[in-house]
């Protein structure tokens, strides 16, 4: 491959025609826009599963972090794969385990459900872990305008998925199942397109980046801390409105069909977040403002939703927009904050690992909160403190600075 910044090699074989970055970045973004479609498709048919299979609150957010869960368990894993395999053929690995679980959870039987949700978890953590070192290799010098190209696609799709889950529940007797189980027709077509990629088993050139051995480890540094605090605390906010959100609409007498219309706002109104927050990441000399406003639009949704749920129509729109800019940044952070892309998939892996644990505890949290009270507000005031909290970890992790 050979990208905007970097000369690369193939580590075997014989030479092979290198590949343009803008066929490179196509099938970035491609690849991205599986990340999330498979999640939110969830939360708008999640009272019908929950009737269907009869299960309690609990244990229907149970079902929503174990993807959660598998993300903090793979992504330390990830990078050794990726050192390994190289980061095209690890991606196609996570494409094609993410369309399996995506089949797999679709059919009868709740223990499939339950096993295709784990595989497509572990699935979307070792891509979640290696799109952010693909961008520090290939694209070093626009990483926020990458990241933001991509995560606005994870947007558009999660968006969607959201917008149509309930209808295409309603077109078949498969019910929820069917919008459970057809995105892995996107993983497939992302997985053909990267298919040319996949022959090849790239490295860097040795001129490209110090050794492994000269890279500090994120774990020994306050600045990986940070950021990792950062992606912890912008999951937790964001799952838990994407799981429960339509259940708090919903006890508050707002349809089903407008609850999920609502998801689609939410995830729709990302998109704006997510370019903007990548216009802005260039032009300011460092990321200490976007850190803060971000997780305060979220505040506003919160409140409002305390306050007046059955107008989420409008409190949606400022999670999206606050949720998107928040991830875009939690997301470039890694390349922002670190020396080449082997450091930066240290970062993701440590962050994405340690955050995705603390965000698998919102939903199930917000559940057995809602079991024991009756009642959403005492969890909605938990997640309005933890986003004030985050506005202060977005001051110091948005500082100018990088892992020495």
Known sequence: MVTDSLTERPAAGPATRALSPALVLAGLLLVAANLRAGITTVGPVLEELRRDLGLASFTASALISLPLVAFAVISPVAPAVSRRLGLERTLGLGLAGLALGLVVRSLPGQPLLWLGTALLGVAIAVVNV????????????RIGQITGRYSAVQSVFAATAAGVAVPMAGLTSAGWRLPLGMWAGLAVIALGVLAPQLRRHTVAAPVAAPSVASVKSPWRSAVGWQVTAYMALQSTGYYVFITWLPSIEESAGVSATAAGVHQLLLNGLGIAGSIACSALIPRLRDQ???GVLAPLLFVVAVVGV????????????????????SIVLALSFFGLRTRNHTQAAALSGMAQSVGYLVAAAGPIAVGALHDATGTWKPALVTILALELVLAGVGYFAGRNKVIQ
């Open 306 to 325: 305390l306050v007046a749920p059955t107008y989420s129509a409008i409190w949606t729109t400022f999670a999206g927009v606050g949720g998107g800019a």
């Open 288 to 290: 200490r403002l976007i």
């Open 130 to 141: 290696v799109l952010p070192a693909l961008v520090k290799r290939d694209f070093p010098t």
